[in-house]
């Protein structure tokens, strides 16, 4: 925590010093999560309650063609580094980022975790979608077409030492993307992801585990809801189909999940697979969807919009071949979002989540109330 406060001080410090030399176009940045949650049934594990599940602070400056961006998040008690990069604006089509952010693998990633339109992400991007990385991402678009490369190393690689690590481990991304209308209220696309890396090293080079999983889906409590841990990793590689349909106000949203991690000493391999589809509606009369080009994904809904989300989701991450049962699971929810302005989101969320029984893992499921009052800047 000490290392984040210094860090902190030392971004607000170096703001403080652009915006005096006036050499930069500099802005704070900052955003906070209110929670409030209720369960059914509710037990020793689901006990309704309040929590800020996430509080940043940083800045963002402008110069030239190039931004840079510093964030720390503040979560239970600790500290975390969030968006640290710096971008390149090559031209209107193209931009090159290095840092450490959340890279383009799917249409998840273009929402962070306060902006998802289900409140909470599905439990298939949970489990199969990726956090973070320390790397370098270069982005194409136009009017037809996206691309997106990325070459980074494990999340653990911005806050250990190499030697600490015993290996770093690394990867690539690859984005591809059609969307031949994207006009406002006339959305179409279609593409897909693939990733490919060695296993996440934690001082063991000789037999890396990964794990796989999903919590429900609220953040006052924190309950696992699947779980499996794959020993002797050697690599892993996920695909992800993805599809954005709109006429005028209503929308559909889906992706697919393939996961395949390969293991060391003649071990099956182990596979899992989830998937997840929303469908999206704007209450105001006269509304339409809008495209960003960026991030190739929907835009966020204009201020004073009242939008309603049904979404379902589920994982199976058993393998009877490996030998490895971390559950199967399934998820609905119905959510209502109201964007006040561009700062200001409030949020109120149903969802049903289900685990199917296995062996260190009894059948559970929970009925989630929530809302969540949002300020991001």
Not at 182 to 209: A, C, H, K
Not at 250 to 264: C, K, N, T
Not at 321 to 331: E, F, L, T, V
Request: overall charge positive; proline content about 5%.
């Amino acid at each position: 925590m000490r290392r984040g406060l210094i860090f902190l001080i030392v971004v607000l410090a170096v703001s403080c010093g652009v915006a005096l030399g006036g050499d930069f176009k500099i802005s704070p940045t900052g955003r906070a999560l209110f929670d409030m949650a209720a369960y059914a049934p509710s037990d020793s594990l689901f006990r309704p309650g309040v929590a800020i599940p996430d509080v940043r602070l940083g800045a963002k400056a402008t110069f030239d063609s190039f931004e840079a961006r510093a964030d720390v998040s503040y979560r239970f008690g600790k500290l975390y580094l969030s968006d640290v990069y710096l971008q390149w604006n090559i031209n209107p089509q193209s931009f090159l980022k290095g840092g450490f952010f959340v890279h383009q693998f799917g249409l998840q990633f273009a929402t962070g975790a306060s902006h998802k339109i289900s409140m909470e992400e599905p439990i298939a991007q949970t489990a199969f979608g990726e956090v973070r990385f320390l790397g370098a991402m270069y982005v194409w678009h136009d009017s037809r077409f996206h691309f997106a490369g990325s070459l980074f190393a494990q999340p653990e690689a911005s806050v250990l030492h190499a030697n600490e690590l015993g290996n770093t481990g690394v990867g690539a991304i690859a984005r591809f993307v059609w969307h031949p209308t994207t006009v406002p209220g006339n959305i179409f696309q279609i593409g897909v992801s693939g990733l490919g890396r060695t296993p996440n090293f934690s001082g063991d080079r000789e037999n890396p585990i990964s794990r796989f999983g999903a919590n429900f889906p609220t953040r006052v409590n924190s309950i696992p809801l699947l779980k499996a841990t794959v020993d002797s990793v050697s690599s892993i590689f996920k695909v992800t189909p993805e599809l954005i349909w709109v006429k005028d106000r209503f929308g559909v949203e889906s992706q697919f999940y393939y996961l395949y991690a390969a293991r060391r000493h003649h071990l099956p391999a182990f596979r899992g697979y989830g998937a997840y589809v929303m469908a999206r509606v704007l209450l105001n009369r006269g509304a339409r969807y809008s495209y960003s080009m960026p991030s190739a994904s929907l835009a966020t809904p204009p201020a004073k919009s009242w939008e309603l989300v049904a979404g379902y989701s589920w994982v199976n991450l058993n393998d009877s071949r490996a030998g490895i049962y971390g559950s199967m699971a399934n998820s609905v929810s119905l959510t209502m979002n109201y964007y006040l302005n561009k700062y200001i989101t409030w949020r109120v969320n149903y969802t049903y989540a289900n685990r199917i029984e296995e062996p260190g893992l009894p059948a559970r499921h929970a009925n989630i109330f929530q809302t969540r009052i949002q300020f991001v800047f």
